[in-house]
């Protein structure tokens, strides 16, 4: 099972970057595929969680309305297109894999991508 994110880089206030994750090994169907984020000296938090088994998808209240996930099960890709981004967002993205339904716990996610990282700043 690999996951490899991309699409991180430096925009300034008010841009937009797209995220990709490249996944292989797996069913995308089984799993639900996430997307969190990591500051220097913070733990994980979860961005967004998308099962494709029950269709359904979740977003932190900071990024509501600004971000969007998805997912090509036929490229096995899964994206996330950020919106009006803030210099509160800038950290390190990561995309990870869990088996079954959404959740918020890092620890339920077996399979990791490497971190993109994304920075807001003008």
């Known amino acids: 099972v690999q996951l490899q994110a991309s699409g991180g880089g430096l925009v300034q206030p008010g841009g937009s970057l797209r995220l990709s994750c490249a996944t292989s090994?797996?069913?995308?169907?089984?799993?639900?595929i996430a997307w969190f984020r990591q500051v220097p000296g913070k733990g994980r938090e979860g961005v967004s969680c998308?099962?494709?088994?029950?269709?359904?998808?979740f977003y932190t209240d900071s990024v509501k309305g600004r971000f969007t996930a998805s997912t090509e099960n036929n490229e096995n890709m899964a994206y996330l297109q950020m919106n009006s981004l803030k210099p509160e967002d800038t950290a390190v993205y990561f995309c990870?894999?869990?088996?079954?339904?959404?959740?918020?716990?890092?620890?339920?996610?077996?399979?990791w991508g490497q971190g993109t990282q994304v920075t807001v700043s003008s």
């Open positions: 990870a894999a869990a088996r079954g339904l959404c959740t918020w716990n890092p620890e339920d996610f077996r399979y």
């Open positions: 090994g797996f069913e995308m169907d089984r799993y639900a």
């Open positions: 998308r099962s494709r088994r029950d269709g359904s998808t």
